[in-house]
């Protein structure tokens, strides 16, 4: 499946429109994780446990949105936007959405 922030493929031409198509993923982080980046977002740096999460999450709702481009009959999907939420400030919920258009390119 090709998978495209763009609105067109280059060197490609759309035949068919299939309809727009969606992916979702909502990870939480545990106790631990939060615990250290807390400290990380004290002592300055990187915190790699939730850039991992954030890049699960990513991954996970690229590859519903191909799934659901596939069922959809398309080989591609364009335009994709992806948005990322945290949801319930409180237990660390993090979303990431994704949606695009399914079309057949040749």
């Known amino acids: 499946m090709l998978l495209t922030t763009t609105p067109s493929v280059e060197g490609k031409k759309i035949v068919r ?31 790699a446990t ?31 936007d992806l948005d990322y939420e945290v949801m319930g400030q409180a237990n660390g919920m993090l979303m990431v959405s994704t949606s695009g258009t399914a079309v057949v390119v040749e």
């Open 17 to 47: 429109y299939c309809g727009i198509v969606a992916g979702e993923a909502i990870l939480g982080a545990n106790i631990v994780k939060d615990l250290f980046a807390g400290i990380r977002d004290i002592v300055g740096g990187r915190s």
């Open 50 to 80: 939730y850039e991992r999460e954030l890049q699960q999450a990513r991954e996970i709702a690229l590859a519903e949105l191909s799934e659901r481009a596939a069922q959809a009959g398309a080989n591609a999907v364009v335009g994709i």
